[in-house]
């Protein structure tokens, strides 16, 4: 299984920017999906994450101008990021909490994609 994200770039303050995250692989059901950031020097913290009936969780510093989005059929989920703030600049990971199917079963767990760089310059 993997993830695939895309859509990361650099743009100006108060401008905006989409990002994809598409999984490919054996897989059963992705439960939650979501998207974390990891600024230069700092822990990975959770932007938005989404489950699978549609309900949505943002952290404080992105509500209002960021939006979450997921499409169960294709599993993909999508950040839509609007007013943009230099302090949004790190790099972004997926991350789906999904069931895969493997040779001795099934497995369990979260699975991250490699990261997208966005970059809102002032």
């Known amino acids: 299984v993997q993830l695939q994200a895309s859509g990361g770039g650099l743009v100006q303050a108060g401008g905006s920017l989409r990002l994809d995250c598409a999984a490919s692989g054996d897989i059963k059901s992705i439960n939650t999906m979501g998207w974390y950031r990891q600024a230069p020097g700092k822990q990975r913290d959770l932007v938005a994450n989404?489950?699978?009936?549609?309900?949505?969780t943002y952290a404080d510093s992105v509500k209002g101008r960021f939006t979450i989005s997921r499409d169960n059929a294709r599993n993909t989920v999508s950040l839509l990021m609007n007013s943009l703030k230099p302090e949004d600049t790190a790099v972004y990971y997926c991350?789906?909490?999904?069931?895969?199917?493997?040779?001795?079963?099934?497995?369990?767990?979260?699975?991250w994609g490699q990261g997208t760089q966005v970059t809102v310059s002032s």
């Open positions: 989404i489950s699978r009936d549609g309900s949505a």
């Open positions: 991350n789906f909490w999904l069931v895969a199917r493997t040779t001795w079963g099934t497995r369990t767990g979260p699975q």
